[in-house]
Nanobody, 125 residues
Framework: VQLQASGGGLVQAGGSLRLTCAASGRTFSTYVMGWFRQAPGKEREFVAS????????YYTDSAKGRFTVSSVNAKNTVYLQMNSLKPEDTAVYYC???????????????????WGQGTQVTVSS
């Protein structure tokens, strides 16, 4: 399984970015895909998750109403659309995949088996 995250960059507060996670190596139709982020000196934290086939999505409280996770199955790609970005969103963002999780397990890094390399998002004030 390979996950490759891209789309990060430098943006001003209030701006938008769309992160892309390209997945390969197996069929992901039954997987749950997650986005996490890690700021300097902090632990990796959950941002959003969704079943690959679609369905219930989860967001951390700070992302609700601003971020949207989605997938395009035909492209084996998962997106994280981030709007109204804030300086506190600055972090390295990672996509992750797991063959199965439920409830809180889908919102912890320990619940995921596969990780991409991360993409830097920097939001200036």
């Amino acid at each position: 399984v390979q996950l490759q995250a891209s789309g990060g960059g430098l943006v001003q507060a209030g701006g938008s970015l769309r992160l892309t996670c390209a997945a390969s190596g197996r069929t992901f139709s039954t997987y749950v895909m997650g986005w996490f982020r890690q700021a300097p000196g902090k632990e990796r934290e959950f941002v959003a998750s969704m079943p690959w086939r679609g369905g219930a999505t989860y967001y951390t409280d700070s992302a609700k109403g601003r971020f949207t996770v989605s997938s395009v199955n035909a492209k084996n790609t998962v997106y994280l659309q981030m709007n109204s970005l804030k300086p506190e969103d600055t972090a390295v963002y990672y996509c992750a995949a797991t063959p199965g999780c439920s409830g809180y397990g889908c919102r912890t890094a320990r619940g995921y088996d596969y990780w991409g390399q991360g993409t830097q998002v920097t939001v200036s004030s």
